[in-house]
């Protein structure tokens, strides 16, 4: 388990790893701020049994179909699209963030209902439901690595924990393309734990063509990428510097306007040089999701379309069962600038919102909820824009 092999089919996560230390730590150590409770394991992985594989021809293990009513199914009261995906040209395939905490396992089991319900209110929801209106939604679960893998010490060997997780999300991938893709292009959506696997499906697929020529675009939200790293990845791959490119890469970092990202930046500046040994592009890649261009870092309130509020239960069963939708979306409120690769939020919201207030102003929890509208639309004429190349 120790190989060399096995250390360099890691890499991706150990940079990942090391920026995403920061946000737990800030999250266990700071006196008053909310925080979430990390669970370490009592063995290393390996020491412990691994809950039972997903097999994704049955249901049970996607927590978004487009076949049936699920919590990526569920749009805003206000919203111009509604649920289109019966008509959709483009399916997205969205892999969740971490909603797995505890200390039983290294990984998630799939049939732990707890976390399963977490997982459809919290991000399947709020996250993967933002792309119902240009797209067929796929979400796997998967073994989700334990947040404790974020902060486990090496004699923990936790990274085996993300090298599982990234076994289930490839595997669902290619089941989604042998069973359901049928030639389709695709959009690639990760965030946080996520996004981390998006960075491994970029290494591996990117360079196939059968796959480069279908990707709309891939979104790795609240990890950040260097310039080189996307440069190198794959063989490279472009930012998208416009709201209509396709085939490029998408990812912004947010922090409250009134926060500190300095410390951020320096992991994610230290983890870069250790990466590729220099600091020669190591510019953090930030694309403003309220305009989309690399022309217009910054945005005003004003072009901001709507941000979703919160309300609970949202994406359960019982809410799904009786029509329960989520809340309407209020335009104008929020602005961000990407700034030295940091999303500058304006005008977060303290009441009425689901703003976990993380130290330094992170907003790692709400980098789509923010900016939900503007993702949507986009994603939207950016699956148009795909047909018209």
Known sequence: MNSPNFVRSLEPFLGVTRHVILIALLMINTAGAQSLPINMPAKPFGELPHPTAPDYSDERYWAALPTRLDAADVVPENDLFGDRQESAPV?????????????????????????????????????????????????????????????????????????????????????????????????????????????????????????????????????????????????????????????????????????????????????????????????????????????????????????LPARRGVGLAEALKSGVSLPKTESGRIGASCEDGILRVDGVPKEGYAVVPLPAGMLHFNEFDLFYQNIRANAVTRSESFFRR
């Open 91 to 307: 399916d997205a395939f969205y892999i969740q963030p971490t909603t797995y905490r505890s200390a039983a396992s290294w990984n998630q089991p799939l049939d732990d209902e707890v976390t399963n319900r977490w997982t459809d209110e919290s991000v399947i929801a709020r996250q993967a439901a933002v792309f119902n209106a240009c797209c067929r939604v796929f979400a796997p679960r998967y073994r989700q690595a334990t947040a404790a893998g974020v902060v486990a010490p090496p004699a923990m060997r936790a990274m085996g924990a993300y090298e599982l997780a990234w076994h289930d999300v490839r595997a669902a991938f290619l089941y989604y393309m042998q069973h359901e893709n049928n030639g389709r292009p695709f959009i690639i959506v990760g965030h946080s734990q996520g996004a981390a696997h998006v960075e491994r499906w970029l290494k591996e697929f990117w360079p196939q063509s059968a796959y480069r020529e279908k990707l709309v675009a891939a979104y790795a939200i609240g990890v950040s990428f260097s310039e080189k790293t996307l440069h190198e990845i794959g063989g490279g791959i472009p930012v998208c510097a416009k709201p209509t490119d396709t085939g490029c890469f998408l990812s912004w970092n947010a922090f409250d306007r009134a926060g500190d990202p300095s410390q951020y930046l320096a992991a994610s500046n230290s983890r870069h040089e250790q990466r590729h040994g220099t600091s020669a592009g190591s510019m953090v890649a930030c694309v403003n999701p309220l305009t989309f261009s690399l022309n217009e870092p910054s945005a005003l309130p004003t072009a901001n379309l709507g941000s």
